[in-house]
C-alpha cells in the first residue's frame, strides 16, 4: 500500500481541507423532512462516512434494526431526538455528537469515563503541588517540587494557550530541575495545533508519531492510502532532553489523546497514569433535512505498532490514585513521577 511522509502542521491542513470537502457531500438535498426520513438519512450517512465500525465493534445494520421500528410519522420532535440519541450512543464515541437547537446528544461512555473513573484531584494539586505561589504562562500553571529539583506543569485544556516559547519561558524560570512532569489528567482536547507547539521542544530525528487515513468511500472499509505523521523539527529550539513525564488519565481525550500516542515515541518521555479516553479520529458532519446537525470521525490513526487505539492510548506506566493519598492532600502519581525523575536523573 503507499504511503505518504508528512509532517505535522501539513497534514493537519489536508485533513481540514479534505474534511470541508466532505460536509459539503455530507449536506441533504431536497430531502424530506419528517422523522422517518431524517431517521433513514443520519443511519445511511453513518453507514457510509463513519470511520470506526470495526474499532467500536458495532454492527450499524443490527442497530438499524433495533431502532428504525421505534420511528413513525406522528412523533416528536424530542421523541425522535430520543431515538437517534440512543441509536447513536452505540457507538460509544464522544466525538459523535447530535445538534437539535435546544438540546445535544454526546456519549454517555466518554462522560461515564471522564467523571465516574477520574485520576485527578485539583484540590490536592492545586494545594500541594502548585502552591499559592506558582506561576501561570499561557494556559499551563506550574512550580518546582521535590525541594526544587523536579518542574510541575498542569495544562488543563489544549484549547488554552500552549506556544513554544511558552514552554521555553518556563523551562528557562527552573533551569535547575532535573526534569518536567506535565499533567494533562481531566484535559478534554481542543486545537491540535498546540500538540505540535509543545512537541517541537522535545527532541526529534523525524521519528515517525503515527499513520491516519481518511474515508474516502461508502463501504466501511474505503479507505486513502496511510498518511505517516513524523516528529515536527526542533527548529531554532534547544531540544529538552531531560526527563518528561506525561501524566493521563480516562479524563484525556481528542487532542489530549493524540498527544499522549505522539509522546510515546520520543525518547525522553514516559506516560503515566491511566489509559486515556481515546477520540483519535478527526470528526467531520454537516445538517439533516430537518435542520439539525451532526458530526462523527471520518479517519482513523494508527499507531507505529500497528494498533488503532482510538478507545484510548495506554500508559507506560499504569498508575491509580490512592484515596488515603488523597486524605493526606498527596497525589501518589505525581510523586512517583517525581521520584522517576529523581531516579533517572541520578
Known amino acids: 500500500m503507499k504511503q505518504t511522509h508528512i509532517l505535522f502542521p501539513t497534514i493537519v491542513l489536508l485533513i481540514i481541507s479534505l474534511f470541508s470537502s466532505c460536509e459539503k457531500i455530507f449536506m441533504p438535498e431536497d430531502e424530506k423532512s419528517d422523522p422517518e426520513s431524517v431517521f433513514e438519512y443520519l443511519w445511511k450517512q453513518v453507514d457510509e462516512h463513519y470511520s470506526l465500525f470495526d474499532v467500536k465493534n458495532v454492527d450499524w445494520s443490527t442497530e438499524y434494526s433495533n431502532y428504525r421500528r421505534k420511528v413513525y410519522a406522528e412523533m416528536s420532535d424530542d421523541s425522535l431526538f430520543a431515538v437517534l440519541r440512543s441509536m447513536l450512543n452505540t457507538l460509544d464515541d464522544g466525538h459523535v ?15 461515564l469515563q471522564r467523571y465516574g473513573n477520574g485520576n485527578f484531584d485539583l484540590n490536592t494539586v492545586a494545594l500541594t503541588y502548585l502552591r499559592p505561589d506558582h506561576h501561570t504562562t499561557g494556559g499551563m500553571a506550574y512550580n518546582s517540587i521535590a525541594n526544587g529539583q523536579v518542574l510541575y506543569i498542569r495544562y488543563g485544556s489544549f484549547s488554552n494557550s500552549a506556544s513554544t516559547s511558552q514552554l521555553k519561558k518556563i523551562i528557562s524560570r ?34 515517525l508519531l503515527y499513520k491516519t487515513q481518511l474515508k474516502n468511500g461508502p463501504r466501511h472499509n474505503d479507505f486513502g492510502d496511510p498518511v505517516e505523521v513524523r516528529a515536527p523539527s526542533n527548529g531554532d529550539n534547544t531540544p529538552y532532553t531531560k526527563p518528561f513525564v506525561l501524566l493521563t488519565d480516562r479524563g484525556c481525550y481528542s487532542a489530549a489523546s493524540s498527544f499522549a500516542l505522539c509522546l510515546k515515541s520520543y525518547r525522553n518521555v514516559t506516560v503515566m497514569g491511566d489509559t486515556t479516553a481515546g477520540g483519535l479520529a478527526i470528526p467531520s458532519g454537516g445538517a439533516l433535512p430537518n435542520g439539525w446537525y451532526y458530526r462523527f470521525g471520518v479517519s482513523r490513526i494508527i499507531a507505529p505498532d500497528g494498533k488503532n487505539y482510538e478507545n484510548g492510548v495506554p500508559p507506560d506506566i499504569v498508575l491509580t490514585l490512592d484515596p488515603a493519598c488523597v486524605a493526606i492532600h498527596r497525589d501518589n502519581i505525581i510523586d512517583s513521577a517525581s521520584s522517576l525523575i529523581l531516579s533517572t536523573s541520578k
Open 97 to 111: 455528537n447530535l445538534w437539535s437547537g435546544s438540546d445535544v446528544a454526546s456519549s454517555e461512555t466518554i462522560f
Open 174 to 207: 527552573f533551569p535547575n530541575t532535573k526534569g518536567i512532569i506535565f499533567d494533562i489528567r481531566q484535559n478534554g482536547g481542543g486545537e491540535i495545533q498546540n500538540e505540535w507547539n509543545l512537541m517541537q521542544m522535545l527532541p526529534s530525528d523525524g521519528q
